[in-house]
């Protein structure tokens, strides 16, 4: 109950059919797919939100997780790590 469904997999495979009627019959249910579209409506709202995102990083309140980086003439490589399933941090291609 008050539990949340959690997609997983996708990039990588195909997820199988889920009921959302059994899921209903054990309680309260919240099941959604968003995507960019409706979190970002403009062209003014992405270059804000890249702005704020940025500068976080800039100011260090944000800090990501680079698991991988390949130089770009190894992006081979990059992609089959990436389809392999043998990263969970962000994979970086640098020129």
């Known amino acids: 109950m008050r539990g949340m469904i959690v997609l997983f997999r996708q990039s990588s495979d195909v997820v199988p059919p ?6 209903s019959q054990k309680g309260s249910l919240f099941f959604t797919r968003p995507t960019l579209v409706h979190y970002i409506a403009t062209r003014e709202e992405l270059r804000q939100r890249a ?7 800039a100011a260090g309140k944000l800090s990501l997780r680079t698991e991988f980086e390949f130089p770009l003439k190894d992006a081979a490589n ?3 790590a990436l389809t ?3 990263t969970t941090g962000k994979v970086l291609l640098i020129p």
Do not use: C, E, S, T
């Open 51 to 57: 702005a704020d995102l940025v500068g976080w990083v």
């Open 78 to 80: 990059a992609h089959q």
């Open 84 to 86: 392999g399933r043998k």
């Open 18 to 23: 889920i009921d959302p009627q059994v899921l």
